[in-house]
């Protein structure tokens, strides 16, 4: 975690990661520090959107193959 480290003010330097529902960059925020790793979804409504984009992606996988 970056608890520990010191912090320049430099907020391109902190870490970020893809939300798993919308895909858009996470940064790293001070109150994630413990739970960096655990983090998913950049906010609630992602996170109750989740199983709709799963499906989506499922569909798409479906329909791909059909095309086939």
């Known amino acids: 975690t970056l608890r520990g480290a010191s912090f320049s003010g430099n907020k391109a330097a902190l870490p970020s990661k893809p939300c798993l529902t919308c895909g858009l960059a996470m940064s790293w925020r001070r109150r994630w520090a413990n739970k960096w790793a655990e983090v998913k979804y ?27």
């Open 42 to 68: 950049c906010s609630d409504a992602c996170r109750r959107n989740k199983l709709r984009v799963a499906e989506l992606r499922a569909l798409v996988i479906v329909l791909g193959d059909q095309l086939d």
